[in-house]
């Protein structure tokens, strides 16, 4: 997930980041992408995102929190269960 200035940019930096988060261990999430181009229009003075990218971002935060749940209800069980 990301905002530039630009049409693009923030595609670039995310790429160029994925060795890092591999070398760091992190499980980067690579199902869908949230690319907020052209940043300065989209958000308003309060820094509240605007219409237009909200209801993919709320698709995809919704999508990686029943993973995130289903993940750790996994460890949860595993964790009483002695495995």
Not at 24 to 36: D, H
Not at 75 to 82: D, E, P, R, T
């Amino acid at each position: 997930m990301g905002a530039t200035i630009g049409s693009g940019g923030t595609a670039l930096s995310q790429a160029a980041w994925l060795p890092v988060l591999r070398f760091l261990g992190m499980r980067p999430w690579f199902e869908s992408a949230v690319l907020i181009s052209d940043a300065a229009r989209q958000f308003d003075s309060d820094g509240r995102l605007g219409a237009l990218y909200r209801p993919t971002l709320l698709e995809v935060t919704d999508s990686r929190l029943s993973i995130v749940r289903e993940e750790v209800k996994q460890s949860l069980v595993a964790a009483l269960i002695g495995k």
